[in-house]
Protein backbone atom coordinates (compact mmCIF):
# COMPACT_ATOMS: atom_id res chain seq x y z
CA UNK A 1 0.00 0.00 0.00
CA UNK A 2 1.12 3.08 -0.95
CA UNK A 3 1.66 6.53 1.80
CA UNK A 4 -1.63 9.12 0.83
CA UNK A 5 0.97 12.03 0.25
CA UNK A 6 -1.44 15.30 -0.16
CA UNK A 7 -0.40 16.09 3.59
CA UNK A 8 1.99 18.70 3.65
CA UNK A 9 5.76 17.27 4.22
CA UNK A 10 6.61 16.80 7.65
CA UNK A 11 10.41 15.87 7.52
CA UNK A 12 13.28 15.63 5.49
CA UNK A 13 14.91 12.68 3.96
CA UNK A 14 17.82 12.13 2.58
CA UNK A 15 18.10 9.36 0.24
CA UNK A 16 21.86 8.30 0.51
CA UNK A 17 22.75 6.45 -2.41
CA UNK A 18 26.32 5.06 -1.40
CA UNK A 19 29.43 6.37 -2.69
CA UNK A 20 27.69 9.62 -3.94
CA UNK A 21 29.50 11.99 -1.36
CA UNK A 22 26.30 11.39 1.51
CA UNK A 23 28.64 12.13 4.53
CA UNK A 24 29.23 15.57 3.06
CA UNK A 25 25.35 16.07 2.55
CA UNK A 26 24.68 14.45 5.90
CA UNK A 27 26.78 16.49 7.79
CA UNK A 28 25.75 19.52 6.32
CA UNK A 29 21.90 18.66 7.15
CA UNK A 30 22.91 18.18 10.33
CA UNK A 31 24.36 21.63 11.09
CA UNK A 32 21.58 23.58 8.98
CA UNK A 33 18.14 21.14 9.59
CA UNK A 34 19.46 20.31 13.24
CA UNK A 35 20.77 17.11 14.41
CA UNK A 36 18.50 16.93 17.50
CA UNK A 37 16.31 16.74 15.03
CA UNK A 38 17.88 13.66 12.82
CA UNK A 39 16.56 10.02 13.39
CA UNK A 40 19.75 8.56 14.27
CA UNK A 41 18.67 5.44 11.95
CA UNK A 42 21.53 4.73 9.14
CA UNK A 43 19.99 1.21 7.71
CA UNK A 44 16.18 -0.50 7.89
CA UNK A 45 17.58 -2.65 10.36
CA UNK A 46 18.39 0.23 12.86
CA UNK A 47 15.14 2.22 11.77
CA UNK A 48 13.39 -0.88 12.45
CA UNK A 49 14.54 -1.41 15.60
CA UNK A 50 14.42 1.95 16.36
CA UNK A 51 10.56 1.86 15.80
CA UNK A 52 9.96 -0.35 17.95
CA UNK A 53 11.05 1.92 21.04
CA UNK A 54 11.13 5.33 19.05
CA UNK A 55 8.12 7.66 18.03
CA UNK A 56 9.71 8.15 14.98
CA UNK A 57 7.14 11.16 14.12
CA UNK A 58 9.11 13.76 16.60
CA UNK A 59 12.24 13.65 13.96
CA UNK A 60 12.10 15.52 11.17
CA UNK A 61 15.16 14.34 9.43
CA UNK A 62 16.16 11.09 8.19
CA UNK A 63 19.55 10.08 6.54
CA UNK A 64 20.34 6.52 5.50
CA UNK A 65 20.67 3.77 2.79
CA UNK A 66 16.90 3.05 2.92
CA UNK A 67 16.00 3.86 -0.72
CA UNK A 68 12.47 4.83 -2.21
CA UNK A 69 9.90 3.64 0.41
CA UNK A 70 10.25 5.75 3.66
CA UNK A 71 7.52 7.22 3.52
CA UNK A 72 5.49 4.29 3.44
CA UNK A 73 7.22 3.01 6.04
CA UNK A 74 6.75 6.12 8.04
CA UNK A 75 3.19 6.99 7.11
CA UNK A 76 4.12 10.79 6.12
CA UNK A 77 5.01 13.00 3.18
CA UNK A 78 8.61 13.84 3.16
CA UNK A 79 10.93 16.54 1.50
CA UNK A 80 13.14 14.06 -0.75
CA UNK A 81 16.60 15.17 -2.20
CA UNK A 82 19.35 13.10 -3.28
CA UNK A 83 22.41 13.58 -5.34
CA UNK A 84 23.44 10.83 -7.96
CA UNK A 85 27.31 10.57 -9.35
CA UNK A 86 28.64 9.31 -12.71
CA UNK A 87 28.32 5.45 -12.65
CA UNK A 88 31.27 4.32 -13.60
CA UNK A 89 33.34 6.62 -11.05
CA UNK A 90 30.46 5.37 -8.46
CA UNK A 91 31.43 1.76 -9.34
CA UNK A 92 34.68 2.06 -8.81
CA UNK A 93 34.77 4.13 -5.65
CA UNK A 94 32.42 1.49 -4.43
CA UNK A 95 34.85 -1.52 -5.37
CA UNK A 96 37.56 0.45 -3.31
CA UNK A 97 35.22 0.76 -0.37
CA UNK A 98 34.53 -2.88 -0.41
CA UNK A 99 38.10 -3.63 -0.07
CA UNK A 100 38.92 -1.10 2.37
CA UNK A 101 35.88 -1.87 4.50
CA UNK A 102 36.60 -5.14 6.89
CA UNK A 103 32.77 -4.77 8.11
CA UNK A 104 31.07 -4.69 4.87
CA UNK A 105 29.67 -8.21 3.77
CA UNK A 106 31.48 -8.81 0.81
CA UNK A 107 34.58 -7.65 1.66
CA UNK A 108 36.44 -11.63 2.22
CA UNK A 109 35.21 -11.83 -1.52
CA UNK A 110 36.55 -8.52 -2.78
CA UNK A 111 39.39 -8.05 -0.70
CA UNK A 112 41.65 -9.58 -3.55
CA UNK A 113 40.08 -9.17 -6.58
CA UNK A 114 41.25 -6.76 -9.41
CA UNK A 115 38.35 -4.42 -10.07
CA UNK A 116 38.20 -6.35 -13.55
CA UNK A 117 37.83 -9.42 -11.69
CA UNK A 118 35.24 -7.33 -8.81
CA UNK A 119 33.55 -6.39 -12.30
CA UNK A 120 33.54 -9.69 -13.80
CA UNK A 121 31.93 -11.78 -10.69
CA UNK A 122 28.59 -12.46 -10.76
CA UNK A 123 28.40 -12.58 -7.23
CA UNK A 124 29.14 -8.82 -7.54
CA UNK A 125 26.57 -7.72 -10.06
CA UNK A 126 24.25 -6.68 -7.08
CA UNK A 127 26.86 -3.54 -6.17
CA UNK A 128 27.00 -2.75 -10.15
CA UNK A 129 24.06 -3.37 -12.55
CA UNK A 130 21.99 -0.28 -12.18
CA UNK A 131 22.81 0.58 -8.33
CA UNK A 132 21.51 3.89 -8.37
CA UNK A 133 18.33 3.10 -9.75
CA UNK A 134 17.78 0.47 -7.94
CA UNK A 135 17.61 2.98 -4.73
CA UNK A 136 14.36 4.75 -7.07
CA UNK A 137 12.27 1.55 -6.86
CA UNK A 138 10.43 0.52 -3.13
CA UNK A 139 11.52 -3.36 -2.26
CA UNK A 140 9.40 -5.58 -2.75
CA UNK A 141 10.44 -6.81 1.27
CA UNK A 142 7.98 -4.36 3.79
CA UNK A 143 10.59 -3.63 6.22
CA UNK A 144 7.27 -2.71 8.47
CA UNK A 145 6.79 -6.45 8.91
CA UNK A 146 9.67 -6.49 11.27
CA UNK A 147 8.95 -3.58 13.45
CA UNK A 148 9.02 -5.05 16.90
CA UNK A 149 10.42 -8.71 15.51
CA UNK A 150 13.34 -8.32 14.48
CA UNK A 151 16.03 -11.17 15.44
CA UNK A 152 18.50 -9.27 17.27
CA UNK A 153 21.10 -12.40 16.82
CA UNK A 154 24.43 -11.02 16.07
CA UNK A 155 25.07 -13.01 13.10
CA UNK A 156 21.90 -11.59 11.40
CA UNK A 157 23.48 -7.91 12.30
CA UNK A 158 22.01 -5.77 8.87
CA UNK A 159 21.04 -8.32 6.92
CA UNK A 160 17.55 -6.73 6.51
CA UNK A 161 18.96 -4.23 4.79
CA UNK A 162 21.61 -6.26 2.76
CA UNK A 163 18.13 -8.76 2.23
CA UNK A 164 16.07 -5.19 1.18
CA UNK A 165 18.86 -4.46 -1.21
CA UNK A 166 18.94 -8.34 -2.87
CA UNK A 167 14.69 -8.06 -3.39
CA UNK A 168 15.20 -5.38 -5.33
CA UNK A 169 18.37 -6.23 -7.35
CA UNK A 170 16.09 -9.43 -8.55
CA UNK A 171 13.64 -6.80 -10.40
CA UNK A 172 13.77 -6.78 -13.90
CA UNK A 173 15.38 -4.04 -15.91
CA UNK A 174 12.40 -2.77 -17.32
CA UNK A 175 10.26 -2.02 -14.30
CA UNK A 176 13.26 -0.72 -13.03
CA UNK A 177 13.82 1.58 -15.32
CA UNK A 178 9.96 2.78 -15.30
CA UNK A 179 9.78 3.03 -11.71
CA UNK A 180 13.14 4.84 -11.50
CA UNK A 181 12.12 7.23 -14.00
CA UNK A 182 8.48 8.03 -12.01
CA UNK A 183 10.30 8.39 -8.62
CA UNK A 184 13.07 10.28 -9.89
CA UNK A 185 10.38 13.06 -11.01
CA UNK A 186 9.10 13.20 -7.60
CA UNK A 187 12.31 13.83 -5.85
CA UNK A 188 12.50 17.57 -4.54
CA UNK A 189 16.12 18.68 -5.35
CA UNK A 190 18.14 16.31 -7.32
CA UNK A 191 22.03 17.26 -7.26
CA UNK A 192 25.10 15.82 -8.32
CA UNK A 193 28.00 14.52 -6.78
CA UNK A 194 29.99 17.32 -8.93
CA UNK A 195 28.37 20.35 -7.80
CA UNK A 196 27.29 19.00 -4.32
CA UNK A 197 27.68 23.45 -3.53
CA UNK A 198 24.39 23.94 -6.27
CA UNK A 199 23.07 21.32 -4.70
CA UNK A 200 23.44 22.49 -1.08
CA UNK A 201 21.82 25.98 -2.76
CA UNK A 202 18.83 24.53 -3.94
CA UNK A 203 18.20 22.42 -0.94
CA UNK A 204 18.46 25.87 1.06
CA UNK A 205 16.24 27.58 -1.05
CA UNK A 206 13.50 24.55 -1.03
CA UNK A 207 13.54 24.54 3.18
CA UNK A 208 13.83 28.13 3.19
CA UNK A 209 17.23 28.45 4.87
CA UNK A 210 19.56 31.32 4.57
CA UNK A 211 21.30 31.65 1.31
CA UNK A 212 24.73 31.42 2.94
CA UNK A 213 23.81 28.36 4.14
CA UNK A 214 24.61 26.39 1.40
CA UNK A 215 28.37 28.10 1.41
CA UNK A 216 29.16 25.82 4.65
CA UNK A 217 30.33 22.60 2.44
CA UNK A 218 31.66 20.20 5.02
CA UNK A 219 33.76 18.60 2.19
CA UNK A 220 34.09 14.93 3.86
CA UNK A 221 35.79 12.98 0.74
CA UNK A 222 33.58 14.84 -1.77
CA UNK A 223 36.48 16.86 -2.96
CA UNK A 224 38.86 13.67 -3.49
CA UNK A 225 35.77 12.43 -5.24
CA UNK A 226 34.77 15.71 -7.39
CA UNK A 227 38.75 16.00 -8.80
CA UNK A 228 39.37 12.12 -9.77
CA UNK A 229 36.69 10.81 -10.90
CA UNK A 230 37.79 12.37 -14.61
CA UNK A 231 40.85 10.45 -14.19
CA UNK A 232 40.17 7.11 -13.04
CA UNK A 233 42.54 4.20 -13.63
CA UNK A 234 39.98 2.47 -15.48
CA UNK A 235 40.88 0.17 -18.53
CA UNK A 236 38.34 0.69 -21.60
CA UNK A 237 37.12 -1.95 -21.43
CA UNK A 238 36.17 -2.17 -17.90
CA UNK A 239 34.77 1.13 -18.30
CA UNK A 240 32.46 -0.33 -21.69
CA UNK A 241 31.51 -3.60 -19.25
CA UNK A 242 30.27 -0.48 -16.25
CA UNK A 243 28.47 1.33 -18.69
CA UNK A 244 26.69 -2.03 -20.19
CA UNK A 245 25.11 -2.63 -16.53
CA UNK A 246 24.88 1.05 -15.83
CA UNK A 247 22.76 1.73 -18.34
CA UNK A 248 19.78 3.03 -16.48
CA UNK A 249 21.71 4.60 -14.00
CA UNK A 250 23.43 6.35 -16.90
CA UNK A 251 19.53 7.79 -17.95
CA UNK A 252 18.74 9.47 -14.28
CA UNK A 253 22.06 10.67 -14.08
CA UNK A 254 21.97 12.64 -17.50
CA UNK A 255 18.48 14.31 -15.63
CA UNK A 256 20.29 14.98 -12.77
CA UNK A 257 23.00 16.68 -14.74
CA UNK A 258 20.27 18.68 -16.25
CA UNK A 259 18.79 19.97 -13.20
CA UNK A 260 22.39 21.00 -11.81
CA UNK A 261 22.69 22.39 -14.99
CA UNK A 262 19.36 24.57 -15.02
CA UNK A 263 20.03 25.76 -11.46
CA UNK A 264 23.15 26.91 -11.94
Known sequence: MTTQT??????????????????????????????????????????????????????????????????????????????????????????????????????????????????????????????????????????????????????KLNMLSTTTEAARALLDRRFVHDMALRAIAEIDVLGVTSDIGGFLAAVSRRLGLASEAARDVPYVNTASAQSSDAALPIADDDVALIRSLTEIDHVLYDIAMAHANTAA
Open 6 to 155: SQPASAVHFLHIPKTAGTSVTEWLVQHVGGDRMCPAKNWDQLVNAAATRDLSRDRLFCGHYGWGLDDFLGRRLITITVLRDPVARTYSHYRHVVRDTSHPCHVNVRHQSFGAFLRDPANLPMIENFQARYFVRSPLDARAYVGHLDPDPA
